[in-house]
């Protein structure tokens, strides 16, 4: 089973607050990885919040196939972050030889494209990316995307904390909004890609459980939209639903809750807004999900989300303070990040609600 977790802040955390969310549920998933999106980004990275970095993992040679790329495009290097590896004996990790998070200035053909025109290019530049890894294996990319840092690897949560000497706080590495996940795709062969949390276009989602209507969400997402690929797990489908609800058809966020999970029928012809609701669900029928799941998501503005599965058979908790919102999947990891809290406050989200968090931190509930 999948742990996850997604934390945002008034102020800059370092990702060990990720870890110790995790670590307090370990007995809730089987330590086969762990994963971590980092946005509005502090530290070293605080001063380029306008400008692409790339996250990814690869052999020496991938290394160079990328730069190659990117320079061929005109992107210019201007940051670089190397992790500190400590490569301990015993640890149980299975580590690339190289992490590359870096950060480029736009080709001078974009020094005065829109924003809309800036975001084509990085889908379009990230998938050319993986293309060329794939091909002989040499590497993965997370993320190309401005503000946002993502790290995923393959073993035990606390040996990968330690590998990358992130259970040390420091002021180089930090983020108001950070999502975790702890587990590898383990229902299917393990792929880096698999990890979540997942990333496109400026949108970040996690999830726990299971998706049983995947194979037919994943037959209609493929002909939607060129950044629906791999489907390496069956939770990416609900990225690529929110992905298409909100940014390609620029519906309310509310008709994400309306595709994914719709009301019956009879109930549907009792409402108001009937005929909307009967238009989703007969043109979108494909992409409702089914089974046991909590997913969480970050909006490209930094908003924060969490929907439950009709029948609400996944745990998720909803915890605050006033500088901090917490949404995981168990109250244990809430209790030890905040433990000075009102928890009478906590909301556990039910299976008609969606819950969003503002960036002032003000948390909205909003019924199905």
């Given amino acids: 089973m999948c742990r996850i977790g997604a934390i945002k802040s008034k102020k800059y955390l370092h990702p060990s607050v990720s870890l110790k969310l995790m670590r307090s549920q370990q007995k809730g998933h089987d330590n086969s990885g762990f994963a971590f999106v980092m946005q509005d980004l502090g530290g070293i990275f605080e001063d380029y919040k306008d400008l692409p970095t790339l996250s990814m993992a690869a052999t020496v040679e991938g290394t160079r196939r990328a730069e190659d ?83 995923k690897e393959i073993g035990c949560p606390k ?23 702890c587990r590898q795709n383990t229902n299917y062969d393990i792929v880096r890609y698999a990890a979540h949390p997942f990333f496109l276009d400026g949108y970040t989602v996690l999830a726990n459980g299971e998706n049983t209507f995947y194979e037919k969400n994943k037959l209609f997402q493929q002909k939607l939209h060129k950044g629906y690929i791999g489907f390496e797990s069956d939770s990416q489908c609900f990225l690529y639903t929110l992905h298409y609800i909100h940014k390609i058809l620029k519906w309310p966020l509310e008709y994400f809750k309306h595709t994914i999970t719709p009301l019956p029928f009879e109930e549907i012809e009792r409402r108001q807004d009937k005929d909307v609701l009967l238009r989703i669900k007969a043109s979108l029928g494909h992409l409702e999900i089914n089974g046991p799941n909590s997913i969480l998501a970050v909006m490209p503005d930094g908003k924060l989300l969490c929907v439950c599965d009709s029948k609400k058979l996944r745990p998720i908790v909803v915890g605050r303070d006033e500088n901090m919102v917490i949404m995981t999947s168990e109250v244990t990891g809430v209790n030890d990040l905040m433990p000075r809290r009102n928890i009478s406050q906590d909301i556990y989200p039910h299976e008609r609600e969606m819950v969003i968090v503002d960036n002032d931190l003000t948390v909205r509930r909003w019924q199905q």
């Avoid at 990790?93 to 950060?103: D, K, L, R, V, W």
């Avoid at 990085?122 to 790290?151: C, Q």
Wanted: proline share 5%.
């Fill in 69 to 151: 790329i990117l320079h061929d495009l005109g992107f210019t290097r201007v940051l670089q972050w190397t992790p500190d590896v400590h490569n301990e004996k015993g640890l149980k990790i299975e580590p690339m030889p190289n992490y590359i998070f870096e950060t480029f200035k736009y080709p001078k053909s974009h020094k005065y494209a829109t924003k809309e025109e800036k975001e084509e290019l990085l889908v379009e530049t990230s998938l050319l990316l993986r293309k060329e890894l794939e091909k002989d294996n040499i590497g993965y990319v997370y993320s190309f995307w401005p503000d946002v840092l993502t790290l």
């Fill in 159 to 181: 040996d990968i904390g330690t590998y990358f000497g992130l259970w040390e706080e420091n002021d180089d590495l930090c983020a108001k909004v950070i999502t975790a996940q």
